[in-house]
């Protein structure tokens, strides 16, 4: 325990917070990667409602509790580096409120789809999931690649740009390569859940996208470093992490053909990590790069919370994320199968619930 009691502990914590919160995020996009891709998969794969319907149901029981994992990476930061939060949510408030829209537009599509009887209004909802899904699919890689590239940043912590200054040509490359990573992920992991006709139009659907995949992984990651030499970044610029994203990234083509779809998703998922870990290593110490000037940008040491909140912090870590880690393995284990459209029950519309309340003949698909 002497790092929580020691003056040189504090400056140990404030390092652990910064990579606890990098795994909080790497956890969130890896699993929240394959929601995202199915949700922006759904009208191009389902070619009939009962199609869309087992599409929807492969994600229904895990959706919700991986968004938990931004939650709890939103929470760590505003408990741990406070002012990281508050200038990333403030500067980035415009961007950060269309994604958290989307997350409701799409949150409430799931529910209502299947509400009413009606092939327009079902069309409607599917219409919400693929923006809910893919706009912050796109949005998080532009989020992060600004987070590492810099943003105008003044003496007080202030961003003082606006929406449009984060939409710069890296950016944008951040973002297409976040979407097409995630929608890969998401098609593989059609081809695992799924039966039937599904699997193979999923499996052609990766083929497609992870050559192109592979290729965008390399721009990005080839311009991330290049943008650490051009600036003179102190931060760390590590070899083996990026070399190897871009390794399975590459691998996944290959796999797909050969039909390997689990180890194909554990490459696109190794991919999305691994791309992640190395914006945080070229970050730290910094949390926030100023653009203006290299003196103006956030780093844990002048952002962080005191040394007793970190410590409080890393015990209460400690005792409860073996018991999420647990329950969401469970929650896995118990969804694990395929589904198919012979494991869709009935819809039943509210009227016919109060018309037929325990169980008998009800109308719908």
Do not use: C
């Not at 409602?49 to 919700?64: A, K, Y």
């Not at 799409?106 to 009413?116: I, S």
């Amino acid at each position: 325990m002497e790092i929580l009691s020691t003056p040189t502990g504090y400056w140990h914590l404030q390092t652990l917070w910064f990579g606890l919160i990098g795994i909080l995020w790497i956890g969130y996009l890896v699993l929240e990667g394959f929601d995202f891709g199915v949700g922006t998969l759904l009208p191009f794969l389902g070619r009939d409602d009962t199609e869309r319907r087992v599409i929807v149901n492969t994600i229904g029981p895990v959706w919700d509790g991986n968004e938990v994992w931004l939650l709890t990476a939103g929470g760590a930061t505003f408990a741990a580096f406070p002012g990281w939060y508050a200038s990333l949510f403030s500067g980035f408030y415009l961007a950060l409120f269309l994604i958290l829209l989307a997350l409701i537009v799409r949150g409430v599509a799931f529910e209502y789809r299947g509400k009413h009887d009606s092939v327009r209004w079902k069309a409607w909802w599917d219409r919400a999931i693929f923006v809910g899904s893919a706009l912050p699919a796109l949005l998080w890689g532009v989020a992060f690649a600004n987070i590492v590239h810099g943003v105008p940043l003044n003496a007080k912590g202030d961003v003082t740009g606006n929406l449009f200054d984060l939409l710069h040509p890296y950016a944008l490359v951040a973002g297409l390569t976040s979407l097409a990573v995630f929608t890969t992920h998401g098609a593989i992991y059609l081809s695992l859940k799924t039966k039937g006709d599904l699997v193979e139009r999923s499996r052609a659907v990766a083929r497609r996208l992870s050559l192109a995949t592979a290729v965008l992984v390399f721009v990005f990651l080839l311009w991330t470093y290049l943008n650490a030499v051009s600036a003179h970044d102190k931060g760390i610029v590590p070899g083996v992490i990026p070399l190897s994203a871009l390794g399975v990234a590459i691998a996944v083509p290959f796999l797909v053909r050969a039909g390997r779809d689990g180890l194909a998703f554990t490459s696109t998922a190794l991919t999305i990590g691994l791309t992640t870990a190395t914006i945080f290593l070229n970050l730290y110490p910094r949390v926030l790069v100023s653009s203006t000037s290299s003196d103006f940008s956030l780093t844990v040491w002048n952002t962080s919370s005191s040394h007793y909140t970190l410590a409080v912090m890393t015990v209460v870590a400690l005792l409860m994320t073996p018991v999420v880690l647990l329950y969401q393995g469970w929650t896995y284990y118990v969804f694990r199968h395929r589904v198919g459209g012979d494991d869709l029950a009935p819809l039943r519309n509210p009227i016919d619930l109060l018309a037929h309340p325990k169980g008998e003949p009800a109308t719908g698909d």
